[in-house]
């Protein structure tokens, strides 16, 4: 049986602390027209019911510029996570007309190429002309990559508590940033 080669993973385009810190005018900069961003640890904290002010203002700002939004979240609790995910788009979009969102489910979750597609379909987008912004190397940064995502950004910031299993795969993520930080690969907004 012949196997599937393994990604190499390839560094983000930034990494950033804050999910704000990616401006429209770099945003512009790149040829970037659409945004598609993780929910837990990069626009909120996993236990909050709603988003700072300042990502709101963000959202609508990547809006009011023509960049489309979509949210792509993995969910381990469908009923309560989806329903989360929907709230956010609606307190990020009060008309309900421009963030899309994208929960998927156990078997068609990130790093697999669906969610990425799916977004990708919802806002009539280019793979090539969008970016990713999550926190998570091997979940995030490797789905969008797989899916041919043109631009990926990772926000180091932590908003909160994880999962064991999230703890976990953080401690191989630190040796392959020390790793891209040695090449002189990592580079911050």
């Known amino acids: 049986m012949k196997r599937t080669p393994k990604l190499e993973l390839r560094p983000p385009i930034a990494f950033v602390s804050d999910v704000t810190n990616v ?4 945003l512009q900069e790149i040829g970037v027209y659409c945004v598609f961003v993780d929910v837990d640890n990069t626009l909120l904290s996993p236990l ?7 990502v ?3 959202v609508r700002s ?10 792509v979240s993995n969910t381990v609790f469908p ?3 989806v329903k989360r995910v929907r709230k956010l788009a609606h307190l990020l ?18 790093p697999g190429v669906w969610p990425f597609r799916k977004a990708c379909e919802l806002t009539s987008s280019e793979p090539e002309r969008s ?15 797989a899916a041919g995502i043109g631009h990926q950004v990772i926000v180091t910031g932590r908003l909160g508590s994880e999962p064991f299993w999230t703890w976990l795969k953080r401690r191989k993520e630190v040796a ?6 040695a090449a002189g690969l990592y580079i911050e907004l």
């Open 176 to 181: 392959l940033i020390r790793r891209w930080k």
């Open 48 to 54: 909050a019911k709603e988003p700072s002010r300042e």
């Open 79 to 81: 009923g309560p996570t």
């Open 93 to 110: 979009d009060p008309s309900d007309t421009h963030v899309r969102c994208v929960t998927a489910g156990f078997w068609c979750k990130k």
């Open 62 to 71: 990547l809006l009011n510029n023509g960049i489309r939004v979509c949210l």
């Open 23 to 26: 401006t429209v005018s770099f």
């Open 56 to 58: 709101v203002q963000w």
């Open 131 to 145: 970016m990713h912004i999550g926190d998570q190397l091997f979940t995030d940064l490797q789905g969008a990559q």
